[in-house]
């Protein structure tokens, strides 16, 4: 069983940064492959991006890449999203995600455990 807890959103402008943290439980997490994934309002839940149980491998979301960056620290079982640039079209809540799988994907459906959200908000 895991747990996901996010954290960092909030009102940013355009062009600003935000960080987001995503605080697992269990003692298994170095082997969980981590997501980030945005749902904009009245939107699909989209990917942004995922890391691998060890961090050595990641992948982005054509949108973000460039200006996100994945990173986890397996020794406080945290996984983080650091976000720069941001717009408009950056805005949702965000969700992390665990899957048992240890391989980053981009498919929501290979994530089994999920965080409650966070909101990011971008104003213009």
């Known amino acids: 069983q895991v747990q996901l807890v996010e954290s960092g959103g909030g009102l940013v402008q355009a062009g600003g940064s935000l960080r987001l943290s995503c605080a697992a439980s269990?003692?298994?997490?170095?082997?969980?492959?981590m997501g980030w994934f945005g749902q904009a309002q009245g939107q699909e839940r989209e990917f942004v991006s995922a890391?691998?149980?060890?961090?050595?491998?990641?992948y982005y979301a054509h949108s973000v890449k460039g200006r996100f960056t994945i990173s986890r620290d397996n020794a406080k079982k945290t996984v983080y999203l650091q976000m720069s640039s941001l717009n408009p079209e950056d805005m949702a809540v965000y969700y992390c995600?665990?899957?048992?799988?240890?391989?980053?994907?981009?498919?929501?459906?290979?994530?089994?455990?999920w965080g409650q959200g966070t909101q990011v908000t971008v104003s213009s």
């Open positions: 995600a665990a899957s048992a799988r240890g391989a980053a994907s981009a498919r929501g459906g290979e994530y089994f455990y």
């Open positions: 269990g003692r298994t997490f170095s082997t969980y492959a």
């Open positions: 890391i691998n149980g060890g961090g050595d491998t990641t």
